[in-house]
Every structure is written in C-alpha cells, then in structure tokens.
C-alpha cells in the first residue's frame, strides 16, 4: 500500500503561483513513477504532468507546458508541483498518484494509488 497526502493548494490571484507537494509513504519512493491530475466542476479528472522514477523524464499536458513543472525529491519521499502563471481555468481539486512501475502515463488508469486532492481556485 502507498499512502498520499498533497499540500499547498489554495487560493491565488491568475498570474500568480503556488507550489503543491505530495508526501508518499508506504513503499520505496524511487520505485514509483508520479503524477499529478486534476477534475474542476462537472469536468472529467485530466492529466497534468508526469514523471518517472528517476525525474529525468517529465510529461506535460499542452494546457499547463510552460507554467507547470513537475519535479521529485526521492531522499524525502516527495513529488512537487510548481504552477507559475496560473489562469481561472486551472481552477480544481488536484490529485497526486502513483504508478508502481518506473515510467509514468498519462491516463488514471495507469496509476495504482491516488491522494485525497487539495483545492486550488485561481481567481481573477
């Protein structure tokens, strides 16, 4: 079993920023690729970005390229979202997951293990 437990939503003016962390525990980090997806309001749950196990390798969803990096600490069992020039539209509940195998994927059924979410509003 893998538990996940994200911080650092909020709310935040668009153009500004916020840094989301996911804390793992449960089972050797560096055996998990991750992934950060997120579901506003009456939408379907989307991929964000994507990292393997190692963190030289990063997937982005076209909406975020350019704003968001996704990056991981394996000595503290920790994935990180940075979103920068943050919009209305990426408004959500944000989920961290993981995948146990070392590279990631951009559907959720990829992902064996998801986090309880943490909210992020953008207002304008």
């Known amino acids: 079993q893998v538990q996940l437990v994200e911080s650092g939503g909020g709310l935040v003016q668009a153009g500004g920023s916020l840094r989301l962390s996911c804390a793992a525990s449960g089972r050797t980090f560096r055996t998990l690729a991750m992934g950060w997806f997120r579901q506003a309001p009456g939408k379907e749950r989307e991929f964000v970005a994507g990292?393997?196990?190692?963190?030289?390798?990063?997937y982005y969803a076209d909406s975020v390229k350019g704003r968001f990096t996704i990056s991981r600490d394996n000595a503290k069992n920790t994935v990180y979202l940075q979103m920068n020039s943050l919009k209305r539209e990426d408004t959500a509940v944000y989920y961290c997951?993981?995948?146990?195998?070392?590279?990631?994927?951009?559907?959720?059924?990829?992902?064996?293990?998801w986090g309880q979410g943490t909210q992020v509003t953008v207002s304008s």
């Open positions: 990292i393997n196990w190692s963190g030289r390798n990063t």
């Open positions: 997951a993981a995948k146990v195998e070392y590279y990631t994927g951009t559907y959720d059924h990829d992902y064996n293990y």
